[in-house]
């Protein structure tokens, strides 16, 4: 299965997506908004030609409201089309003009240099992490590119659950499951060496965050898992089918026995300027 299959098997489902970003929310430690934090102190009051990539459904976008120029427009870039719709309306609430594009990251090469005063990409760029030198040849010379990641041992605690479980089952194939295959791309511990050759400043802000459910909010967690599931399972020559209500089963009576369970969920985010075009050597 190739990643964009992979991919749209996740997020297929694009409520169920939005519905799974609120349990991550009601289940944070830290109340604040990670996208919002990304863009504090920044003036995008000249800003009018934006590009969000991976936008899904314009969670980013949105917070642009207010603080960006009366006439700016927005270009979303998903690889779901099923996203259009809501992504246009996150555009509508923000007062941005806002287009969409299905196509995934390809269509970047289709447009000038410096075409572009703001590029964002939440959570999506371990998906595509060559797109940064096409990233800093689209921004103009005063543009930004805030991008949100996630610590490199983002929910490790499921990860190693899966792992014993599959192991103990005689089941474990590959040294590291899709999902950490996926998180080493562009994480926290190697995003700033992956941007810095692009952005003459790459400024860093940490986001430390966990997941906490408690006994009692089991079947969110069970809830959270599926969702995510496929990044765990695809392409490792198992029955995600037939393994997944194992999981679930292990993982319901681990949360049991230890009274709940704490995820980790750090984030990091860079925010990058002073784009590159040609870049720099290494």
Same mark, same amino acid.
């Given at each position: ?27 944070? =430690? ?124 983002? =929910? ?53 965050? =966990? ?24 392409? =490792? ?46």
């Amino acid at each position: 299965m190739s990643e964009q299959e992979q991919i749209q098997k996740v997020f297929k489902d694009v409520h169920e997506h939005q519905r799974v970003a609120e349990l991550i929310q009601k289940f944070s =430690t830290n109340k604040g908004n990670v996208q919002k934090i990304a863009l504090e102190g920044l003036d995008f009051t000249d800003c009018r030609q934006i590009l969000d990539l991976g936008c899904a459904f314009g969670s980013f976008t949105e917070k642009l409201k207010g603080r960006v120029a009366a006439d700016a427009t927005t270009m979303g870039v998903d690889i779901i089309a099923a996203y259009e719709p809501l992504y246009l309306a996150a555009c509508g609430r923000a007062s941005i003009r806002g287009q969409f594009f299905s196509t995934g990251s390809p269509i970047l090469k289709t447009f000038p240099k410096r075409s572009f005063d703001l590029a964002l990409c939440s959570y999506a760029l371990y998906f595509f992490p060559e797109v940064i030198p096409e990233v800093a040849r689209l921004l103009r010379p005063e543009g930004i590119f805030a991008v949100i990641t996630h610590y490199r041992r983002n =929910t490790g605690e499921l990860i190693d659950l899966t792992k014993r479980i599959l192991e103990t089952n005689g089941l474990l194939q590959e040294k590291d499951l899709p999902l950490e295959i996926i998180n080493n791309r562009f994480s926290s511990d190697n995003g700033e060496a992956l941007l810095k050759p692009w952005f003459g400043r790459v400024e860093i802000i940490d986001f430390t965050n =966990t997941l906490v459910f408690s006994r009692e909010d089991t079947e969110y967690l069970l809830e959270y898992f599926r969702f995510k599931s496929p990044l765990y399972l695809t392409d =490792t020559g198992l029955d995600a089918e037939a393994v997944l209500p194992m999981i679930l089963g292990n993982l319901e009576r681990a949360s049991s026995e230890r009274n709940g369970m704490t995820i980790s969920k750090d984030d990091r985010i860079f925010v990058c300027s002073a784009p590159r075009c040609g870049g720099i050597e290494p």
